[in-house]
């Protein structure tokens, strides 16, 4: 039994060498003077005591025990640190328990690091509590025998059982901290790991910069090698001849010349390899010097050949909307002929033979100097008409467009140049010329801007000049609102913090020139901004102080403020623009160009001819929002007491429902012609329905005599019920006639997948009245589209399908009808038989019956594709009016027709073959098929683009 007893414990102290018990002092009497230390020490978990419950305060305390103390106190410190930022425990503490703390941790560094090794030992050496368990089992096994063996007693058995417990928690405790060094251990690992990382990619750049000097250092080594041996032989040579030995064969070695010959051959190996270091050096910073700058050339050669031409008839029609995006749709190279189809285009006959090409050179400086004029990136573009439909001996290289930043003593600037459309804006009423294309309305110019963030004020300077007109072939404007020569120059300053001044000047040479400011400043929750423009015709002998006179030049100007306190919003503004300002005419603003584009296009906040103001304020609590506004308006030039005062004002509040659902109801009042601006009874006037046209989109009929309400589904909300899918139902009550409105929509806003094919569907329901129950105003239209497609398919070829469709019927009163319909379906063969080879088929048709002739040749809206809304369900037709703003309901007429196409291509990356076949349909009666083929057109085209 002792045997067994003594391998036990050996075995145990291998593992454990120190024990703690639980923190249940018996041996602390009440009232003793340490007591509340002791349990508070114990309550931190500083002390534990031992296993039997005591304290044992008259005990030597052992080293180990003290560092395990210390251990514990320092723990406690850094986990109240990590937990709140400080330690009360250490701010308890003196200057002078905080040295000898210091002292402590310094005298006891051995044991705290022999308890580290023991930690490690332990966890090494796997002991587990199931190991400890067994233990305190043979114990209680050996207290259990009625009598111990020669060689033990009562109190080293029990001794012996105290240290076994004792060693428990410290196995405990031990195993806890070498969890901790392990993870810790872990966590550094994964950094050296990383930092390995680094070092290795840097070593792989290292190693490819630097191949020929490895290369020298390995010979080197080899050489030192070599050396080395011949040195060692030689100290054997020596040895032997000062110990009196006879001397071997001395031709086996190397003679003392050779010796020196091969330490000579090394160290100018060394000054070699020095001075091939320095040179490589020099080279990278050579190549680091030039990687400064870098250099890109880019472009594109194409090559097409093709005829439109009519096998029937000669009326030219528009087959645009039939095949969008089709090569014919398109231009000869490219680029698109109209944006988004706002200018209606009729194809007729003609030749597609050309050839372009294109050539952009680029520049990008990665380190501008910080001083002086410095260009960090600059780009040209460069275009030819290599060959045409005529021969042209010499084909012209035209500068397509140019691009440069960069900065003059750190500030910086930006020079750009465009062929076709220069764009720029100085503010809402001056050279607004942003948004137009282009395409209709050239400007040939440069745009120049400089920003001084280092000067006085922080001036933006923006010049702006060139030429600008209509392109031969292009729809004739008959009055564009800038041509010929153009130049302007603007100057911001920021006199305060959150301030703007903006200066202007604008001229177009020979017609017109105008000056003009505007000023922003933001104050806490308010923002204040307007503007003044005077613009006026160019007269000789005129004088500078006809600017200020409003009678020898026309002004536009406003003023506005904005407040924002939170959930409220309040807003005002005064605002005057002389009727010059039509059509973008005194502004030199392509932006306002209504009368080209057939539609209002409008950027500035208000229109021309008026003279008024407007409040509005709005609040939001939870899920209710209101709004309410005022508006007063006349003519430029009408005197206020004149009774030609429009005044409409309304409310309207918004419960947001539930998954993405809102209700909103509003009421409006709208008079014209009142007698006084502020006339809020319509004295004098007339209550209107309609507060100038009417608009289909206009959420809460704003302007009108009106009330109603709105349901709407939002497709973007985040818990909306249906994502993508948007729902309108709208009911409103004209009071002055009592017209009724209901209009109802839904469509996805983005395509649904329903297995492998993507849908878009939508519909559109509109009723209008006159409340009489007769007329042409009672009416009601029904649209309806979808468009389908799929990606490729897991199939032979790879192909992939798309069709649309889309259809409008409309009923005025006393039962005539008029409508439209559009098809097309396509099949695209991806892979026909190697990757890049791909063949698509498609066909067409649009339709017409009953429509409004327009402005134009006969059929003009069915021959003339304007205002594409086949898929757009917020207004009723399928092409054309009524668009953003129009009357209520569309025009009833007599013509009737459709356009029919086929149509394919051939594509083999960038080779292109194309061909179609297109016919325009006179109508019958109440129907746009089964009428007679009025012109028959067939197009052919391939083009080949290289790019480089």
Not at 521 to 538: C, D, F, M
Not at 585 to 606: C, K, L, V
Not at 869 to 895: E, I, K, M
């Amino acid at each position: 039994m002792k045997k067994r007893l003594v391998v036990l414990l050996a075995g145990l102290l291998t593992v454990l060498s120190m024990g703690f018990g639980l923190a249940q002092f018996s041996d602390v009497p009440a009232g003793h003077w340490a007591k509340e230390a002791v349990e508070s020490l114990a309550a931190k978990g500083i002390i534990v005591g031992f296993p039997d419950g005591t304290y044992r305060g008259n005990e030597t305390l052992t080293r180990y025990q003290a560092a395990l103390i210390i251990y514990r106190l320092l723990q406690q410190i850094e986990e109240e640190l990590k937990a709140k930022g400080e330690s009360p425990t250490m701010e308890a503490m003196s200057s002078e328990d905080l040295e000898a703390l210091k002292n402590a941790v310094q005298e006891l560094a051995a044991e705290l690091a022999a308890l580290g090794v023991r930690v490690s030992a332990l966890e090494d050496s796997a002991a587990t509590k199931e190991d400890i368990a067994r233990l305190e089992a043979l114990i209680e096994e050996l207290k259990a025998q009625p009598a111990s063996e020669p060689g033990m007693d009562a109190a080293a058995l029990q001794d012996l059982a105290d240290r076994v417990e004792a060693a428990s928690i410290a196995a405990d405790t031990a195993l806890a901290q070498a969890q901790q060094l392990a993870e810790q251990l872990d966590a550094l690992a994964q950094d050296v790991e990383g930092v390995k990382g680094d070092l290795s990619a840097l070593g792989t750049q290292v190693e490819a910069n630097a191949q020929a000097i490895q290369a020298l250092n390995e010979l080197a080594v080899l050489l030192n090698q070599d050396v080395l041996a011949l040195q060692d032989r030689v100290t054997a040579l020596e040895k032997m001849v000062s110990g009196g030995a006879e001397l071997p064969d001395l031709e086996q070695f190397a003679s003392k010349e050779d010796v020196a010959a091969v330490q000579e051959f090394a160290a100018a190996l060394r000054s070699d390899l020095v001075g091939l270091s320095e040179k490589v050096s020099k080279l990278e910073s050579q190549v680091a010097e030039l990687s400064k700058v870098r250099y890109s050339i880019s472009g594109s050669l194409t090559a097409t050949a093709g005829l439109r031409y009519f096998t029937q008839g000669s009326t030219a029609f528009d087959w645009d909307r039939l095949f969008p995006g089709s090569v014919f749709s398109t231009g000869q190279t490219g680029t698109a002929s109209y944006a988004a189809s706002r200018v209606g285009l009729a194809e007729g006959a003609g030749n597609l033979f050309r050839g372009d090409a294109t050539l952009t050179l680029g520049v990008k400086n990665n380190a501008p100097a910080a001083s002086g004029v410095a260009v960090a990136e600059a780009s040209a573009t460069f275009g030819v008409r290599v060959y045409d439909t005529s021969l042209v001996s010499t084909p012209t290289v035209r500068l397509d467009g140019v691009a440069i930043k960069g900065q003059v003593d750190g500030q910086p600037f930006s020079v750009t140049y465009s062929r076709v459309a220069s764009k720029f804006k100085f503010n809402d009423y001056l050279l607004a010329n942003d948004a137009e294309g282009g395409v209709a309305h050239y400007r040939q110019g440069v745009v120049a801007t400089f920003s001084g963030t280092n000067l006085p004020f922080s001036p933006e300077v923006t010049l702006v000049g060139g030429v600008a007109g209509i392109p031969a072939g292009s729809p004739q404007d008959v009055a564009p609102a800038i041509n010929g020569n153009y130049f302007g120059i603007r100057t911001v300053v920021k006199p305060l913090q959150g301030a703007s001044l903006g200066l202007n000047y604008a001229l177009n040479v020979g017609i017109r020139s105008a000056i003009g400011a505007d000023a922003s400043l933001e104050l806490g929750p308010a923002k204040l901004s307007g503007l003044w423009v005077s613009s006026k015709t160019l007269l000789a002998g005129e004088p500078f102080t006809a600017y200020f006179d409003s009678n020898r030049s026309s002004w536009a100007y406003y003023g506005q403020a904005e407040v924002n306190l939170g959930p409220v919003n309040l807003s005002a503004n005064y605002r005057a623009v002389d009727t010059e300002y039509a059509d973008g005419q005194a502004s030199m603003s392509e932006n306002e160009d209504a009368n080209y584009y057939g539609e209002w296009i409008a950027t500035a906040p208000y229109g021309y001819d008026t003279r008024g103001f407007g409040v509005e304020a709005k609040a939001s609590v939870g899920p209710v929002g209101v709004e309410a506004y005022l508006d007063s308006a006349r003519g430029y030039n009408d005197a206020a007491s004149s009774a030609t005062n429009d005044i409409a004002f309304g409310a309207a509040a918004r419960v947001s429902l539930f998954r993405g659902f809102s209700l909103t109801g509003y009421f409006n009042r709208a008079c014209d012609n009142a007698t006084s601006p502020t006339a809020f009874t319509c004295t004098g006037g007339t209550q209107v329905d309609f507060g100038g046209s009417y608009d289909l989109r206009n959420a809460t009929q704003r302007y009108s005599s009106s009330v109603g309400a709105r349901l709407e589904h939002k497709a973007d909300a985040e818990d909306a019920l249906i994502k993508g899918l948007s729902v309108v139902a709208q009911y409103t009550r004209f009071t002055v006639n009592s017209h009724n409105d209901v209009q109802v929509a839904a469509f996805f806003a983005q395509p649904l997948a329903l297995g492998p094919v993507k849908a878009q569907p939508g519909f559109r329901f509109h009723y209008f009245d006159d409340g009489t129950g007769g007329g042409n105003l009672d009416y009601n239209a029904l649209k309806a589209g979808v468009r389908l497609s799929t990606d490729p398919l897991a199939l032979p070829f790879k192909p992939s399908l798309s069709a649309d469709a889309a259809y409008r019927s409309t009923r005025f009163g006393g039962g005539a009808r008029a409508g439209e319909v559009y098809g097309r379906a396509g099949l695209t063969l991806n892979e026909l038989f190697a990757p890049g080879l791909s063949f698509t088929v498609a066909g067409a048709i649009y339709g017409a019956w009953n429509v409004a002739q327009g402005s134009g040749a006969p059929n003009y809206l069915i021959t003339v594709g304007a205002g594409e809304n086949a898929f757009s369900y917020d207004r009723d037709r399928l092409f054309s009016n009524p668009g953003s703003v129009g009357a209520p309901t569309a025009s009833f007429g007599t013509n009737s027709g459709s356009i029919e196409g086929l149509y394919g291509q051939l594509k083999y990356y960038d080779l292109s073959v194309a061909g179609g076949y297109f016919r325009l349909r006179q109508g019958q009666t109440n129907s746009p098929f089964g009428g007679t083929v009025d012109t028959v057109a067939k197009a052919f085209r391939v083009s080949y683009t290289v790019k480089f």
